[in-house]
Nanobody, 118 residues
């Protein structure tokens, strides 16, 4: 089992920045890809950014150039993933979830709320 705990959400004005962090614990040796998802009220969950075990990244078109995903993998002692969010817009308001994949299943954290005021 893998546990994911997010932190760093909050309320920010449009144009501001936030940095989300996600710490993985448990059977972290099994983790391959990690990423961030978000879900706004009344909308489907979407992938915001992902990073593979090899360091390749991908982003939703709506956040390209504004968000940056990064990860720390120190062998099997520590795995963390970050999401640096700059130039935030009101439409970025959502619950943000950390996700991790292993060969047998996917995991998701409890989420952290990001609210961007206009």
């Amino acid at each position: 089992q893998v546990q994911l705990v997010e932190s760093g959400g909050g309320l920010v004005q449009a144009g501001g920045s936030l940095r989300l962090s996600c710490a993985a614990s448990g059977s972290i040796f099994s983790i391959t890809d990690m990423g961030w998802y978000r879900q706004a009220p009344g909308k489907e969950r979407e992938l915001v950014a992902g990073v593979t075990s090899g360091g390749s990244t991908n982003y939703a078109d709506s956040v390209k150039g504004r968000f940056t995903i990064s990860r720390i993998s120190r062998d099997n002692a520590k795995k963390m993933v970050y999401l640096q969010m700059n130039s935030l817009k009101p439409e970025d308001t959502a619950a943000y979830y950390c996700g991790a994949s292993s060969r047998v299943r996917d995991y998701r954290g409890q989420g952290t709320q990001v609210t961007v005021s206009s």
